[in-house]
């Protein structure tokens, strides 16, 4: 990251005083009546949404104000700022609107475009994962658990887990294929829980496509200083502006078969 040390402190209290923000927010909501007779239209995980990053906007604004944001819901503001604020309140609509806990919400700051830090925050059951360039990653939870990737010599071997195979645009869905058919085993849903779950060196593998800079900038650091990888289906690091194809890798040694099948075009 290479600010100074309190600088740097600084900006991981402000990370984690967002998250208690948005879950202050999200978890009145989680399982309630009201949500339950939202049914098509969602309206209140809307609002949701909408109110946990208005809360972690407002804080961030007011402890860097020439800092930028960028959220899901509201757009970006100094979006050319050194510093800028990635911010996803509800990553996992779905199974926030179903009453599973496999959704989170997303703090990212990126440094000229690069991830430096990046909480997946799960409002719910209490767990946090938290990454800091240079840094090991720290794991919160009720349940334990240590942030470590674990090692997986081959896909032969390898658990792969991705949110949904409707997800993939024309084209990634074939490449996608051929990287499920060479895992050991797929399992669906999850979205940045199932990121979190690689930190933790249960899952292997995560590969999905048409994600945008709040699905994914947050999970970089996390991964990373657990001793994964995370780059797009080429192989090459994730940036502000990448097109929004993901891979990570628990083993970075998968990198090369990996990309050797996500790569081809069909």
């Not at 009145?28 to 809360?55: C, I, M, N, Q, Y």
């Not at 979006?79 to 996992?92: H, K, Q, S, T």
């Not at 990287?179 to 899952?203: E, I, Q």
Request: contains cysteine; aromatic residues 8%.
């Amino acid at each position: 990251m290479n600010p100074a040390g309190a600088e740097q402190a600084s900006f991981l209290q402000v990370a984690e005083q967002a998250a208690e923000a948005a879950g202050a927010v999200i978890r009145p909501l989680f399982r309630s009546k009201l949500l339950v007779e939202a049914k098509g239209d969602a309206s209140p995980v809307t609002e949701a949404d909408r109110a946990a990053e208005r809360a972690m906007r407002d804080l961030i604004a007011a402890n860097f104000p020439h800092h930028g944001i960028l959220g899901e819901e509201y757009g970006s503001e100094r979006a050319e700022a050194e510093w800028l604020w990635v911010l996803d309140p509800i990553d996992g609509t779905r199974a926030f609107l179903t009453g599973r806990p496999l959704f989170g919400t997303l703090i990212a700051l990126l440094r000229h475009g690069v991830p430096v830090l990046g909480i997946i925050d799960q409002p719910v059951t209490g767990e946090r994962w938290t990454g800091v360039v240079g840094r090991p990653t720290m794991f919160v939870s009720p349940m334990g658990g240590t942030p470590r990737c674990r090692p997986c010599a081959s896909l032969a071997e390898a658990e792969l887990s991705c949110t949904a195979p409707d997800l993939f645009a024309f084209g990634d869905d074939g490449r996608f294929e051929r990287l499920r058919r060479a895992a050991r085993r797929v399992t669906w849903g999850g979205d940045c829980y199932g990121y979190g779950l690689v930190a933790l060196g249960l899952v292997d593998v995560v590969a999905e496509s048409g994600l945008k800079t709040w699905d994914w900038a947050a999970l970089v650091p996390v991964i990373e200083g657990a001793g994964g990888s995370v780059t797009d289906w080429l192989g090459a690091p994730l940036r502000l502006g990448a097109l929004g194809h993901v891979l990570a890798l628990g083993d970075a040694a998968l990198l090369a078969e990996a990309v050797g099948l996500l790569a081809a075009q069909d």
